[in-house]
């Protein structure tokens, strides 16, 4: 069995999405935003490992190395760059500011015989770093992402934890410790959905958490987002 924080997540909030794009592997659907905030990813990683904060150099080489890109319009491909540019644009002061020692980290670890595989957006001397990019900042770390942290905490040992959310329009930083308590329910969390996993029912959260089907990625494929049983 193999997760990662992001797939962990999807299957806490809808079992049945998680089914969809991790076992059937439909297609999601087209965001620009997630296009977008890849991207954002790439740049921010190239310049901590040059020092030159350029967005067109950027945009060209991630434009490159994902034929995806290639096929939107004009007028899509336009919409991304003028989202990723404004993003870029408002963290600048942010990211000269950090000291970062490692960027983009990739990882593997076994959790309660789970496989957890993913990557560390930035790691500082004292601190992991998360980017999330939004059109919509939350009011505090929301419950999915405490998760996400604390297994990057498992993983590096480090459990002081920044995650800056970025908009066009400006940049929050919320700033946490992990815990004891905290890495603890997620590893019950972890050992709980073994047994979605093992005995393979995926019900389809959905039905109780309709905002679950709002903003999922996969509901076009989903015969249960109108209540069809």
């Not at 890849?38 to 067109?56: G, I, Q, V």
């Not at 930035?122 to 405490?146: C, G, L, M, V, Y």
């Not at 970025?166 to 019950?188: G, H, N, P």
């Not at 959260?205 to 987002?225: D, E, I, R, T």
Request: with cysteine; hydrophobic share 35%; net charge neutral.
């Amino acid at each position: 069995m193999n997760l990662s924080p992001s797939s962990l997540n999807l299957l806490l909030t809808c079992p049945f999405a998680y089914k969809l794009k991790y076992i059937d592997r439909v297609q999601p659907k087209f965001n620009i935003n997630t296009i977008a905030g890849s991207a954002f990813h790439f740049a921010l990683s190239k310049y901590f490992k040059t020092n030159r904060y350029d967005f067109e150099s950027s945009w060209k080489e991630y434009r490159n190395y994902n034929p995806e890109v290639l096929s939107l319009s004009f007028n899509e491909e336009d919409k991304i760059k003028n989202n990723l540019f404004a993003m870029l644009k408002i963290y600048e002061p942010f990211a000269r500011d950090l000291k970062v020692i490692s960027s983009e980290e990739p990882f593997n670890i076994d959790i309660n015989d789970i496989g957890f595989k993913g990557i560390v957006d930035a790691i500082t001397e004292d601190s992991i770093i998360d980017f999330k990019t939004t059109n919509r900042i939350p009011s505090d770390i929301t419950s999915s992402h405490i998760i996400q942290t604390s297994i990057y905490s498992i993983l590096t040992g480090i459990d002081k934890v920044e995650l800056h959310y970025i908009s066009e329009k400006r940049v929050v930083i919320y700033k946490t410790q992990v815990s004891s308590e905290m890495k603890e329910k997620t590893l019950m969390l972890i050992e709980n959905v073994k047994d979605i996993l093992e005995n393979k029912i995926f019900l389809p959260n959905g039905l109780v958490h309709p905002y679950a089907c709002k903003y999922c990625s996969v509901s076009n494929f989903c015969y249960f987002v109108n209540g069809i049983s």
